[in-house]
């Protein structure tokens, strides 16, 4: 089992417990939707699921996981840097060469509509274009393991949409997406739903 959850509770220092006894199996192609209320852990879930937070009760393991993204509620980019240099820069780290990279970016960013801004400096682009790129870079990176915290907060529907079957292509790719969302489009258009309310302890 690619990534095997057993048990996982978490609480931080002073708050009462987010959830407790989550039990979760994570398999390739897995589009999963985590939802639940503000406060009720689901950014937490996902640092989780990435080991970068250790729980306070259970287990996280995984299993051929090799490369892991991570896609925040915030987007954090490059202020003069261009929007195109943000999705090359992961595929020449991988090996490519600048002009085969460019390319290949180019066509990643096609897939989020973002064609029309490739030489747009990062601090120039609208909340949504800039939410865009940083899953745009995530794809670059090809990770088996894909965390994304909110990815159509900022965005209007027809983005939305288009991040939604962007998400959804990446799964039948064989990537795991785990998705922490507020948006029933966004949860609908997963297979698989995780809803913290039914998980918090009595």
Do not use: Y
Request: proline letters at 7%; aromatic letters at 4%.
């Amino acid at each position: 089992m690619p990534v095997r959850v057993r048990g996982l509770e978490h609480a931080f220092p002073g708050t009462g417990t987010l959830f407790a006894g989550l039990d979760l199996d994570l398999v390739p192609g897995d589009l999963v939707a985590v939802t639940g209320p503000s406060g009720s852990g689901k950014s937490t879930l996902l640092s989780l699921i990435a080991r970068w937070e250790r729980p306070v009760a259970g287990t996280v393991e995984w299993e051929d996981i090799d490369a892991v993204g991570w896609v925040f509620q915030n987007p954090h980019g490059v202020p003069r840097r261009s929007a195109i240099d943000h999705v090359a820069l992961p595929l020449i780290a991988q090996g490519a060469r600048r002009g085969p990279a460019t390319e290949q970016a180019t066509q990643i960013m096609r897939r989020f509509q973002l064609e029309s801004v490739a030489d747009r400096h990062f601090g120039a682009l609208s909340g949504g274009e800039a939410q865009r790129l940083m899953l745009a870079r995530a794809v670059a990176k090809a990770p088996s393991l894909l965390l994304v915290d909110e990815p159509t907060a900022q965005l209007d529907p027809k983005s939305a949409h288009t991040v939604n079957v962007v998400l959804s292509e990446l799964a039948m790719d064989q990537a795991i997406v785990v998705v922490a969302t507020h948006d029933p489009d966004t949860r609908d258009a997963c297979n698989r739903h995780v809803d913290l309310r039914q998980v918090v302890p009595g």
